[in-house]
């Protein structure tokens, strides 16, 4: 529901405002599209740069890629000698045209038929290797110096025990198989201190097993919110059975989990967990202590 409900207050709005963009008249008995509209220059301007302010990254991959590498193929046509004539999308129009009155502005072309090998350096990229390596360090240098094996075990088992059952749980409210929300709430524990990870990631992979996505979605679900007159729980309902709503909700709502869980266990279950060592503070001593043991150790066998 809670999923539902966010789906509605942010759709609803971009539906409205779409449907008033392109000039979409609504009566009882049904709905009347004005065409020529929808292929209006300043229409599409305006749909294109708002699609641009949401998701730059998917514009540059959807729009401008796209625009440069048909402008490539027709530069290639035009000075073989060729006449062409070129049927697009509205949207990809003005784009194509301003690379065709002025070819040299084209990026390069291997930038758009792959990736050079390597990946380009991104901070947030360094941060999560970073981030992951000295969890991975710290854990190792908290094992080699046995800071009380027993509460080490008991830590971590509960961690991994509140981080899967609540990323599990939410993902079967989403709608997820069994499958799907036993992966998603398996390595909720590993996720939540990897910030390039996330278990919806692969909650949804899985449960792309069970049920098929495709782009007719996208207008379902246009169809479902714009319905003014059905009430908000039939309105769910119809929502949670396109399958592109599902898997939203899936892999949302498995994320939601395993950051309720973090949350949940530094606040409640590790000070009720270990009440008789001294609370969340002492546990975090007792680790660094241990972190500092396996360090001296490990510097011990150092020639």
Request: proline share 4%; no cysteine; charged share 15%.
């Amino acid at each position: 529901m809670v999923a539902g409900g966010i789906a509605l207050v942010v759709g609803a709005p971009l539906a409205l405002g779409f449907q008033r963009l392109v000039g979409v008249e609504t009566d009882g008995d049904g709905e009347e599209f004005d065409l020529e509209n929808l292929t209006d220059t300043d229409v599409v301007t305006a749909m294109m740069e708002e699609f641009r302010q949401f998701s730059p990254g998917g514009a540059e991959a959807l729009i401008d890629e796209r625009d440069a590498y048909i402008a490539y193929r027709l530069v290639a046509l035009r000075e073989a000698g060729y006449d062409v004539v070129a049927v697009v999308g509205a949207g990809h129009r003005a784009g194509i045209q301003a690379y065709l009155d002025d070819p040299g502005t084209l990026p390069p072309q291997s930038s758009l038929t792959g990736r050079i090998s390597g990946s380009r350096f991104s901070v947030y990229k360094l941060f999560g290797y970073l981030f992951t390596l000295g969890f991975g360090a710290f854990f190792v240098l908290l094992v080699l110096g046995g800071a009380q094996e027993a509460f080490l075990i008991r830590l971590f088992a509960a961690w991994f025990l509140v981080n899967g059952v609540i990323a599990a749980a939410l993902a079967k409210l989403g709608g997820a198989h069994w499958p799907s929300a036993l992966v998603g709430g398996g390595i909720a524990w590993l996720t939540s201190v990897n910030p390039l990870l996330a278990p919806g990631w692969f909650a949804g992979y899985v449960e792309l097993r069970y049920i098929d996505v495709n782009i007719g979605d996208i207008s379902t679900l246009n169809e479902i919110i714009s319905d003014e007159s059905a009430p908000i729980a039939d309105i769910y309902r119809r929502l949670t059975e396109v399958p592109l709503f599902r898997l939203i909700a899936i892999v949302a709502l498995t994320n939601v989990g395993s950051m309720i869980a973090s949350f949940l266990f530094i606040g409640v279950v590790a000070p009720a967990l270990f009440a008789e060592i001294g609370g969340t503070g002492e546990i975090v001593r007792l680790m660094l202590q241990g972190a500092e043991n396996g360090l001296d150790l490990l510097l011990g066998l150092l020639p």
